[in-house]
């Protein structure tokens, strides 16, 4: 059983240590220890408190740790004090998908096979996980993150790619959901090799970035919006230039420079404890356009930012964003409840021209069942923006769901056919299995 406890007793005493040490070593003129310096001090300082621990029990007459449970310990308080604390072995497991912590009852985890598994809470009560939620949020992130009941929210990126969300006060009980990103580093291919899309389905879409058309990625939470855009990306230039807007940092392309070299990653920034200072998605959209961008990547359309970037799109701007929907049809539906919330508070049937003039592809993800009882993530329709009639947007599909749920071609012709022959397009890959020779 692991000893929270005692995690928690060593815990402090490192961190009492470690500001004690800190302070002689300053006092003496020497220069402090370096990141690593300090975590190898701070195991040796931890293995004292175990060795004292071991020969308190052995007087006890009670069992010393064994050689596991003292590495659990030694793991614990590192996470705790240069890791991610209780969240730490959720993300160095690579079988788990997402996890759900209800404050000290219980936590609930998504594995990657499709399972779901409920298992004791870690955290001893809700103000238990808030604490350890206020400490990340003190250290993680370029903006600040505040964490408590008049800022009762919290949105983080964590060092691997991963996203951490919670509330409090505003719920029956303290929530966090951290949700893994396992695909960071992904292009087409492995898309094709993890069974997202085909061969066909990938070409069109390498194609379609080649002749830089702008492409909306919807679909419901947790269907792999994001990956989807980073596979997409992957087919840029590495010097192109990419601006990269989000309310967290989580598309992590900054991070991937053998793929891309020039990238401006822009994250929106909350008010202060005086109201001040907050700096929205929307705001940095509009300044996204002065950056000389190549193409601007909007993470995640989720209000009043839908304008400018419509706007921005329309106006030649290349662009990739993603959207919330239940399905590619209700793509624009969306798009007016979003610009409904701008302070221009435009009408619905004046979405749809200005999606009709920035939006050329909409590329909607679904999770579907694969034969076994769970349900896997797949591209599952591609639609083409024609124009609008009556205040909806007029796209008929390219690709339709086919019979394992995977989009195929439905049998359309695209009105960008030319552009896409120009980068090496085969249009044959637009025709329904059967239909060619």
Not at 8 to 30: F, I, K, P, T
Not at 178 to 193: C, I, P, Q, T, W
Request: proline share 4%.
């Amino acid at each position: 059983m692991f000893d929270f406890d005692l995690v928690a007793r060593a815990r402090s005493a490192l961190v009492e240590a470690m500001g004690g040490e800190d302070r002689q070593r300053r006092a003496a003129g020497l220069p402090t220890l370096s990141g690593e310096e300090e975590r190898a001090w701070a195991g040796t300082f931890v293995a004292s408190i175990l060795a004292e621990e071991n020969r308190s029990r052995l007087q006890g007459g009670l069992t010393r740790l064994s050689a596991a449970e003292e590495q659990q310990v030694l793991d614990g308080v590192d996470a705790l004090v240069f890791g991610m604390g209780r969240f730490q072995r959720f993300l160095v497991d690579p079988d788990i998908d997402n996890v759900i912590v209800h404050g000290g009852e219980s936590v609930v985890i998504e594995w990657c096979d499709g399972r779901v598994t409920e298992e004791p809470s870690p955290w001893a009560d809700d103000a238990d996980l808030e604490a350890e939620l206020r400490g990340l949020a003190s250290r993680r992130g370029r903006a600040e993150r505040r964490f408590d009941t008049s800022h009762p929210w919290l949105d983080l990126r964590l060092p691997d790619g991963s996203r951490l969300s919670a509330v409090c006060a505003v719920a029956h009980r303290t929530t966090a959901v951290l949700r893994r990103h396992r695909f960071l580093d992904v292009d087409l291919v492995g898309l094709v090799e993890i069974g997202t899309i085909d061969e066909r389905l990938a070409h069109f879409f390498e194609a379609t970035m080649a002749a830089r058309l702008n492409i909306l990625v919807a679909g419901e939470t947790n269907v792999g919006k994001t990956t989807l855009l980073r596979a997409l990306l992957a087919c840029c230039d590495p010097l192109e230039h990419l601006v990269t807007v989000e309310t967290s940092l989580e598309l992590g392309l900054q991070n991937l420079r053998h793929r891309h070299r020039h990238v401006t990653a822009m994250e929106a920034r909350e008010d202060n404890a005086e109201g001040e200072g907050a700096i929205t998605v929307a705001d940095l959209v509009r300044r996204a356009l002065r950056l000389n961008p190549d193409r601007t990547v909007v993470g995640e359309v989720l209000g009043d930012e839908v304008l400018p970037m419509l706007n921005a799109m329309g106006n030649g701007a290349n662009g990739l964003t993603t959207l919330h929907a239940r399905s590619s049809g209700a793509v624009c539906r969306r798009l007016a409840s979003y610009a409904a919330q701008a302070p221009q508070s435009l009408a619905p049937e004046r979405i749809a021209p200005l999606a009709q003039d920035g939006i050329d592809l909409i590329a909607f993800l679904a999770k579907v069942p694969d034969g076994r009882g769970r349900r896997r993530r797949v591209v599952a329709s591609v639609r083409e923006v024609h124009g609008s009639l009556n205040g909806d947007l007029q796209a008929p599909e390219l690709f339709t769901p086919g019979a394992d749920g995977r989009a195929v071609p439905a049998g359309l012709q695209s009105r960008w056919l030319f552009e896409l022959e120009a980068v090496g397009f085969d249009r044959s890959c637009l025709e329904p299995l059967g239909v060619r020779p």
